[in-house]
């Protein structure tokens, strides 16, 4: 396309030009725009609709970045979702879902940029396994009760966490204590991997691990 | 970019003037076309208000730099530009005339983007949005590759960039996984969003440079997305 039309146009009034039409088309040319490429197409094709969802990432990483990383986790993960706590929170997000909600966050919980990413990482890691026990009285987990106990109960008790999250660990702690629930057969996600018993420690201000090792 | 046109040294201020003139020119397209001119007056308008005021008059240089927005000020000076052309029908007896230095192909791709009831300005801004939103694809895609991402922007590229802009389907992640030789589902979302992040960073970045101060960044912003948002 932009090789077709790199080719001089002839002009309607011939073609000599005036030194006045040389010398801005000389500097015309210096900032004509770039060779069009197939890229170049691509940014350009229907740009002018779509451009609220890039304009949105940059305001809603200004606001905050560790929220805007997990709630893009969370749209990434079920578009129907706008955020991470109304994923995790809501009795209409699937069982696939917090179980795909739980690997993203954990690994957001070794790998994130930066400790508060970390941080909330580990903090959401917790609410999907939460929101399992609590909307689809399923384990997603194969943490011991104790130290699902134990880390619901920083959680609830965790002043840097939203009061959504932490009604909904209070109400996972109460599901644990009568667990295993009388109305549903399933006890524990059979698909589940192993965990290390840290998985539910707060990475603190740790750098991130090499890699993610397990994602269950 | 701004700064380094008005204060830098003259390599570095001619760089950033072609790189402002690069980005703005479709924008000035737009408001021109959306004003009425046909796609042949169109370019012959941009061309002469991006030689003679941006580059002759020396916009950026002679604009205030503790005066608000330089899109604020380019409409402006666009608009007065257009006045003083109707008056003395300059663009009239240049009419017939093809400058080759404005690419008509993607002008027209350009116009294709518009809305057929969008006023000059919205045009104007839609433009200005969209140009801005693709240079820093360009960037950031630059800077993945520079930084050894190449995974990053193909999850990224895949997942988000080609759906969004070219109405595709997004690559699953098994498929992703598979091509891309990439550990698990967790691992590329946690890419994705790397990528996000730092498309975020540089679209700040990017529009910081064209305000004259930085607290007026988010304000930028949320005044381009509610000319995007109107355009629904």
């Known amino acids: 396309m932009s090789q077709r039309n790199s080719q001089p146009r002839r002009s309607g009034r011939g073609q000599a030009r005036t030194r006045p039409e040389k010398a801005r088309a000389s500097r015309a040319a210096a900032v004509a725009p770039a060779a069009v490429n197939h890229d170049d197409r691509m940014h350009e094709s229907a740009l002018g609709e779509k451009l609220s969802a890039p304009l949105r990432w940059a305001l809603d990483a200004a606001a905050s970045p560790s929220i805007a990383a997990a709630d893009w986790l969370a749209q990434d993960i079920n578009p129907g979702f706008d955020s991470a706590i109304e994923l995790l929170t809501s009795d209409r997000a699937s069982v696939e879902d917090l179980r795909k909600a739980k690997s993203a966050f954990k690994t957001m919980r070794i790998l994130g940029e930066t400790v508060a990413d970390r941080r909330l990482g580990a903090r959401l890691y917790l609410a999907a396994i939460a929101s399992g026990l609590v909307h689809h009285q399923l384990r997603i987990s194969r943490q011991s009760d104790a130290a699902l106990t134990r880390a619901l109960d920083r959680l609830v008790s965790d002043r840097g966490v939203d009061p959504r999250l932490q009604q909904l660990a209070g109400t996972a702690i109460c599901s644990l204590k009568t667990w295993p629930p009388p109305e549903s057969p399933l006890i524990a996600d059979p698909n589940d991997v192993e965990e290390e018993p840290e998985d539910l420690e707060d990475p603190g201000s740790t750098a991130p691990r090499a890699s993610t090792r397990g994602t269950g | ?232």
């Open chain 2, 1 to 232: 970019m701004i700064r380094e046109v008005g204060l830098g040294d003259p390599t570095s201020a001619a760089k950033a003037m072609q790189r402002l003139t690069r980005r703005y020119w479709p924008a000035v397209y737009a408001y021109v076309r959306r004003s009425g001119h046909d796609v042949h007056e169109a370019a012959d308008l941009t061309q002469g208000f991006i030689c003679d005021v941006m580059l002759s008059r020396q916009l950026v240089q002679n604009a205030d730099p503790g005066h608000g927005r330089f899109r604020s000020l380019l409409l402006a000076a666009l608009k007065n530009y257009l006045r003083q052309q109707h008056r003395r029908g300059a663009a009239r007896r240049r009419g017939g005339k093809l400058p080759r230095e404005i690419d008509l192909d993607r002008a027209a791709e350009t116009v294709a983007d518009y809305r057929s009831d969008d006023s000059p300005d919205a045009a104007f801004a839609a433009q200005y949005g969209a140009t801005l939103v693709r240079q820093v694809l360009d960037l950031v895609r630059a800077d993945c590759l520079k930084d050894g991402q190449q995974a990053h922007w193909a999850v990224f590229e895949r997942r988000v960039a080609r759906p969004l802009l070219l109405g595709e389907a997004p690559e699953s992640y098994a498929t992703l996984i598979e091509h891309l030789g990439l550990p698990s589902a967790a691992q590329a979302a946690n890419m994705l969003v790397t990528v996000k992040r730092r498309f975020a960073r540089t679209l700040i970045n990017e529009v910081a440079r064209t305000v004259s101060d930085p607290v007026e960044v988010e304000a930028e912003l949320n005044d381009l997305l509610k000319h995007v948002e109107r355009r629904r």
